[in-house]
């Protein structure tokens, strides 16, 4: 079955610009997470939507929105773009929510936000 | 602060060679899991362990989580050009936290 897939894989915007990133999960999967990578901070954990509904939030300041619609497909958006969110942004998917139950999360190969 | 070390940060060894790679956090996990990345691409799961003292091997890796389930370890045997990569840990603690990886290089 088809993997997670993001759209765009390379886009590059101007500072103050905003931008949406979009993603559709698995099929069957309902829950979507983001995150963003950037080589000196690693993966870091951006939010989880599970049902159209956002369960869990990551340390990020509020220019950082998502949502998820009925068919599970997600969108996250950056506005007033910063240099510093230049990053490959990261979706994932699993079945379920929540981490402790061990839900496996398959990733989409990114997309690569250049800020200039 | 990451809540999960990841040591060494940079690996680079020969083909052949054999090599260890480590993940540690003062916190108890309920599972831990290893992915790796390869450049352009998104994480891939490699494995999940879930007990303490937990030994799983696939084909020639080696994946060890700590009785405490606070440490993991990666070893490969022989090591291969295709396993060049960015190896990275993984544990939920309400979301899923990442260490900062080892970015492996298995030079020909």
């Known amino acids: 079955k088809a993997g997670v897939t993001q759209t765009p894989r390379y886009l590059i915007k101007t500072r103050g610009q905003q931008v949406t990133l979009s993603c559709s999960p698995i099929s069957g999967h309902r829950s979507v997470s983001w995150y963003q990578q950037t080589p000196g901070q690693g993966l870091q954990f951006l939010f989880e939507?599970?049902?159209?509904?956002?369960?869990n939030k990551g340390n990020f300041p509020g220019r950082f929105s998502g949502r998820q619609f009925s068919n599970s497909r997600s969108e996250m958006n950056v506005s007033t773009l910063e240099l510093g969110d230049s990053a490959l942004y990261l979706c994932a998917s699993s079945l379920g929510a929540g981490r402790a139950s061990g839900n496996t999360i398959y990733f989409g190969e990114g997309s690569w936000l250049t800020v200039v | 602060t990451q809540l999960l070390e990841q040591s060494p940060q940079f690996l680079s060894i020969q083909e052949g060679e054999n090599l260890t790679v480590y993940c540690n956090s003062s916190s108890v996990f309920s599972s831990l899991q290893w992915y790796r990345q390869e450049p352009g691409e998104g994480p891939v799961l490699l494995v999940t362990?879930?007990?303490?003292?937990e030994v799983k091997k696939l084909k020639r890796l080696t994946f060890q989580f700590g009785d405490a389930r606070k440490d993991s370890s990666l070893h490969i045997t022989a090591a291969q050009p295709g396993d060049t990569g960015l190896y990275l840990c993984a544990g939920p603690n309400n979301d899923m936290r990442f260490g900062a990886g080892t970015r492996l290089t298995v030079k020909p």
């Open positions: 362990v879930v007990t303490g003292g």
């Open positions: 939507y599970f049902s159209e509904t956002q369960r």
